[in-house]
C-alpha cells in the first residue's frame, strides 16, 4: 500500500512540477500566477485522461434511472422468488451493459489524486519534501513552492490551520470563497445531470440526492481532510472542467430519466416472470 501512496504522490508532483517550470518561463517559478495555473493544469490533466471513463459514468447514471421501474416491477412479480428475483436483475444489468464500477472509477482515481495532492502540499507546508520535490535536484523548486502565495496566502494553507500562514483571516476567508464556488458549481453540474425530474418518486429522490451530497462531501474535504488551498484550486478546476464536458455531452445525448421506449424493448428482451 505505502508504494502505491509513494507512487501516487510521484507522478503527481512530477505533472505539478512540470507545469510549473512551464509557466515560470513566463510568469517566474516563484510567482503565485505560476503555481496557481500549475494546479489547475494538473487537475485538468487529470480530468483529460479520466473524459471516457466519466463519459461512460453519465451513461451509467442514465442507465440507473431507466432500468429502476423494471427492477421494482420484477422485484414485485418475484417478491417470494430470491434467487429469480436476483437473476432478473442480472440480466437487466446484462442487456444495458450496466457496470457498477464504471460508475465509480472517476470519483475513485480523482480521491487518489486529492490525497497524493494534499500529502504533497502538506510536506512543502512543513518542508518535508515528497514525491520529486524529494529529488535533490529539486531542492529550489521545493522552496518556491513553498514561498509562492496569491492574494498573500501560501498553497500549502489550510482553513483548520490558517494560523500557520502569514495571514491567517485571508486564509480563511479565501477558502471559504473558493468552497463556495465549488458547492455552486457542484449544484449546478448535478441539476444538468438531472435534467427533468422524472414522475416517479423514487426515481426523482434518486435525482435530488446526489444535490446534497456533494456539498457535504465538499465540507468534509475542507473540514475533516484540512484540504490545503493548492488542493482547492485543483479541485475547482477538475469541477470546472467536468462541467463542461458534461455540459457537452448532455447537448448531443439529453438524459431523459424514464424512456418509455427503452422500458419497452428491455422488457420484452427479459423472460417472463414465473
Not at 422468488?81 to 451493459?97: H, L, M, N, Q, S
Not at 457542484?186 to 438531472?194: D, I, K, S
Amino acid at each position: 500500500m505505502g508504494t502505491i501512496v509513494q507512487w501516487a504522490e510521484t507522478a503527481v508532483s512530477w505533472v505539478l512540477l512540470f507545469f510549473a517550470e512551464l509557466y515560470g518561463q513566463v510568469f517566474g517559478i516563484s510567482s503565485g500566477v505560476t503555481w496557481a495555473l500549475a494546479y489547475m493544469s494538473l487537475a485538468f490533466a487529470v480530468a483529460a485522461i479520466l473524459a471516457y471513463p466519466t463519459r461512460r459514468q453519465l451513461e451509467m447514471q442514465r442507465l440507473v434511472w431507466q432500468c429502476t421501474p423494471l427492477k421494482l416491477e420484477v422485484a414485485k412479480k418475484l417478491k417470494n422468488d430470491r434467487v429469480a428475483r436476483k437473476a432478473a436483475r442480472e440480466e437487466i444489468d446484462d442487456f444495458t451493459g450496466y457496470n457498477p464500477w464504471l460508475q465509480i472509477l472517476p470519483i475513485l482515481v480523482s480521491f487518489c489524486v486529492f490525497l497524493a495532492l494534499n500529502a504533497v502540499i502538506d510536506g512543502i507546508s512543513q518542508n518535508e519534501p515528497a514525491g520529486v520535490f524529494a529529488w535533490s535536484q529539486n531542492a529550489d523548486l521545493m522552496a518556491d513552492a513553498h514561498d509562492a502565495s496569491i492574494f498573500g496566502v501560501p498553497f500549502y494553507g489550510t482553513f483548520l490551520e490558517a494560523s500557520a500562514t502569514p495571514n491567517p483571516t485571508a486564509t480563511r476567508v479565501l477558502i471559504v470563497v473558493l468552497l463556495v464556488a465549488m458547492m455552486y458549481i457542484n449544484w449546478q453540474w448535478q441539476r444538468q445531470l438531472n435534467g427533468k425530474l422524472s414522475d416517479s418518486k423514487l426515481i426523482r429522490r434518486q435525482q435530488q440526492l446526489p444535490l446534497f451530497i456533494g456539498p457535504i462531501a465538499l465540507l468534509v474535504l475542507v473540514l475533516v481532510f484540512d484540504a490545503a488551498l493548492g488542493t482547492m484550486i485543483f479541485l475547482m478546476a477538475s469541477d470546472l472542467f467536468n462541467y463542461v464536458i458534461q455540459a457537452i455531452w448532455l447537448s448531443r445525448r439529453p438524459i431523459d430519466p424514464v424512456d418509455p421506449a427503452f422500458i419497452t424493448r428491455l422488457r420484452e428482451s427479459l423472460p417472463n416472470p414465473r
